[in-house]
């Protein structure tokens, strides 16, 4: 029976990666298709870490009141129930677009485009967080030097790496990770030692307190900023053009992602915490609070390892801003292509590198203004309000394709068969699973901060509006979406 069951398979699934071609969606192969499972988890992870908690410890440990390993956890978790969703959807439309795509081919194109607008707002916001996070710590060592400068040079050069596609950084993607994983977890090592060798902060390894909060909406709204170090599981459903075979390897590495990366952001988050437990002494000092692990380094290696986590800290930006940029060209390629966003500009290829080359300059010019201009905090609590959104439909878009439009594609043990409705134990996996997703994520977006939600909510406005006169009053769609 159990030969006959793989035979069957074989022969309904001969070739997993050709149902992967995009022509049945309407779609021509513009982008290179070589990227791998390992390639794909080191793209996400590079976006994530190493020293992603850096980029906000300061912000999730003064709205927490004192815990920043706890809020990593909380939104590690809901991002974990998410992933089963992105996993589902990316099985059943391997397009670039990610949330963009998914939710309107699952759901409805006109949801989709708004969930993809709002979306942006991640994409085209998290090179500037990184760029000014750079500049910050640059600061610290030559306070000379005009901010806007270092931030330019930042911002610019990465931006000018991107123009020449992908096939280099895919291939050079490992081993900037393993770099990277390399000097996280030396620093761990360092304050650790610190800490239970020399008596450093609480003097002690095990130890409640770097769990301790104020109150439970600071949790909710550290939770909600914690998201955005978790935000490289979605940047690699960006690349489903460019993958040998999506439906098997993006699932994979995005659940490596999410796994390896909430482990280290937990223990980064415990240890340093066990370090500072005095941390409230230095709260009015934004300086201090903007570069925390830098005065945690100093603290437990003196100035030669704060050196070291500088040097460390500045390439993992480097490669988060080049993951980042390259995501986010291809979400607007994605828009661009099913002409909601203006075809000529935002779905142009460059023939040479293969790369949405107007869509990265867009990207960096947005990300030099934004970095001169609005502060730290608010760009991540803006950055959250387009994923919580994005997430929250993603996770309804699976339950609406399965259940209500009875037209999604059966996992590989059913063949991949299409207009499949689950059954038994499979409600879980595609009904349960996404509402527990949908309702943790709407408690914690709810619990953001104010101004993010009103600026949040006018960019969503202003998207419908966009949308309302785009689709002659929702009476259009666009052609690819109406297959």
Same mark, same amino acid.
């Given at each position: 029976?159990?030969?006959?069951?793989?035979?069957?398979?074989?022969?309904?699934?001969?070739?997993?990666?050709?149902?992967?071609?995009? !022509?049945? $969606?309407?779609? =021509?192969? =513009? /982008?290179?298709?070589?990227?791998?499972?390992?390639?794909?988890?080191?793209?996400?992870?590079?976006?994530?870490?190493?020293?992603? &908690?850096?980029?906000?410890?300061? +912000?999730?440990? !003064?709205?927490?009141?004192?815990?920043? @390993?706890?809020?990593?956890?909380?939104?590690?978790? @809901?991002?974990?129930?998410?992933?089963?969703?992105?996993?589902?959807?990316?099985?059943?439309? &391997?397009?670039?677009?990610?949330?963009?795509?998914?939710?309107?081919?699952?759901?409805? #194109?006109?949801?989709?485009?708004?969930?993809?607008?709002?979306?942006?707002?991640?994409?085209?916001?998290?090179?500037?967080?990184?760029?000014?996070?750079?500049?910050?710590?640059?600061?610290?060592?030559?306070?000379?030097?005009?901010?806007?400068?270092? /931030?330019?040079?930042?911002?610019?050069?990465?931006?000018?790496?991107?123009?020449?596609?992908?096939?280099?950084? !895919?291939?050079?993607?490992?081993? $900037?990770?393993?770099?990277?994983?390399? +000097?996280?977890?030396?620093?761990?090592?360092?304050?650790?030692?610190?800490?239970?060798?020399?008596?450093?902060?609480?003097? %002690?390894?095990?130890?409640?307190?770097?769990?301790?909060?104020?109150?439970?909406?600071? /949790?909710?709204?550290? %939770?909600?900023?914690?998201?955005?170090?978790?935000?490289?599981?979605?940047?690699?459903?960006?690349? @489903? =053009?460019?993958?040998?075979?999506?439906? *098997?390897?993006?699932?994979?590495?995005?659940?490596?992602?999410?796994?390896?990366?909430?482990? %280290?952001?937990?223990?980064?988050?415990?240890?340093?915490?066990?370090?500072?437990?005095?941390?409230?002494?230095?709260?009015?000092?934004?300086?201090?609070?903007?570069?925390?692990?830098?005065?945690?380094?100093?603290?437990?290696?003196?100035?030669?390892?704060?050196?070291? $986590?500088?040097?460390?800290?500045?390439?993992?930006?480097?490669?988060?801003?080049?993951?980042?940029?390259?995501?986010?060209? *291809?979400?607007?390629?994605?828009?661009?292509?099913?002409?909601?966003?203006?075809?000529?500009?935002? @779905?142009?290829?460059?023939?040479?590198?293969?790369? &949405?080359?107007?869509?990265?300059?867009?990207?960096?010019?947005? =990300?030099?203004?934004?970095?001169?201009?609005?502060?730290?905090?608010?760009?991540?609590?803006?950055?959250?309000?387009?994923?919580?959104?994005? $997430?929250?439909?993603?996770?309804?878009?699976?339950?609406?394709?399965?259940?209500?439009?009875?037209?999604?594609?059966?996992?590989?043990?059913?063949?991949?068969?299409?207009?499949?409705?689950?059954?038994?134990?499979?409600?879980? *996996?595609?009904?349960?699973?996404?509402?527990?997703?949908?309702?943790?994520?709407?408690?914690?977006?709810?619990?953001?901060?104010?101004?993010?939600?009103?600026?949040?909510?006018?960019? /969503?406005?202003?998207?419908? +509006?966009?949308?309302?006169?785009?689709?002659?009053?929702?009476?259009?769609?666009? #052609?690819?979406?109406?297959?």
């Amino acid at each position: 029976m159990e030969m006959q069951n793989k035979q069957l398979l074989q022969e309904v699934t001969p070739n997993i990666s050709s149902d992967s071609k995009i !022509s049945k $969606f309407g779609y =021509e192969q =513009e /982008l290179k298709g070589s990227m791998n499972v390992l390639q794909l988890t080191a793209f996400g992870l590079n976006y994530m870490l190493p020293l992603a &908690p850096a980029v906000i410890f300061g +912000v999730l440990l !003064s709205t927490s009141g004192g815990t920043v @390993a706890l809020p990593f956890f909380l939104a590690g978790i @809901a991002m974990l129930l998410t992933a089963f969703s992105y996993a589902t959807m990316v099985r059943n439309y &391997p397009l670039s677009g990610s949330v963009y795509s998914y939710v309107g081919r699952g759901w409805n #194109p006109h949801l989709g485009f708004i969930a993809g607008w709002v979306v942006t707002l991640d994409y085209v916001l998290i090179p500037t967080i990184t760029s000014v996070s750079a500049a910050y710590l640059v600061q610290q060592y030559f306070p000379a030097v005009p901010f806007w400068i270092l /931030l330019g040079i930042f911002s610019i050069g990465i931006g000018l790496l991107n123009l020449f596609g992908l096939e280099l950084m !895919s291939k050079m993607g490992l081993w $900037f990770l393993i770099l990277g994983e390399f +000097v996280v977890w030396t620093c761990i090592l360092v304050w650790g030692k610190a800490v239970y060798f020399e008596g450093i902060g609480m003097g %002690t390894l095990f130890s409640t307190q770097p769990f301790h909060f104020d109150h439970v909406t600071g /949790l909710v709204g550290a %939770t909600s900023l914690a998201v955005l170090s978790f935000l490289g599981f979605d940047a690699i459903t960006t690349l @489903a =053009e460019e993958t040998t075979n999506p439906k *098997r390897d993006i699932p994979k590495a995005i659940f490596m992602c999410v796994g390896i990366g909430l482990v %280290t952001m937990v223990v980064c988050g415990y240890v340093a915490m066990l370090v500072i437990p005095d941390w409230r002494s230095h709260i009015s000092d934004e300086n201090w609070m903007n570069t925390v692990l830098f005065q945690v380094s100093k603290m437990t290696g003196g100035d030669w390892f704060g050196l070291f $986590f500088t040097a460390g800290y500045l390439s993992s930006l480097a490669i988060f801003n080049l993951v980042a940029t390259a995501a986010g060209a *291809r979400l607007l390629y994605g828009m661009g292509r099913d002409n909601l966003l203006p075809k000529g500009i935002f @779905a142009a290829i460059n023939k040479r590198f293969n790369t &949405p080359h107007f869509n990265i300059l867009l990207i960096v010019a947005i =990300e030099f203004i934004l970095g001169n201009t609005v502060d730290l905090r608010t760009i991540s609590n803006l950055v959250n309000y387009g994923a919580f959104f994005g $997430f929250a439909a993603l996770n309804l878009s699976v339950i609406w394709l399965y259940y209500v439009k009875k037209k999604g594609e059966a996992p590989i043990s059913f063949g991949y068969s299409a207009n499949w409705l689950p059954t038994g134990k499979y409600h879980f *996996r595609y009904f349960i699973l996404p509402l527990l997703g949908f309702s943790i994520i709407a408690y914690v977006w709810f619990g953001m901060d104010r101004l993010a939600l009103l600026i949040g909510t006018i960019w /969503l406005i202003i998207g419908f +509006v966009f949308l309302f006169f785009r689709t002659n009053g929702f009476k259009k769609l666009p #052609p690819h979406l109406e297959q």
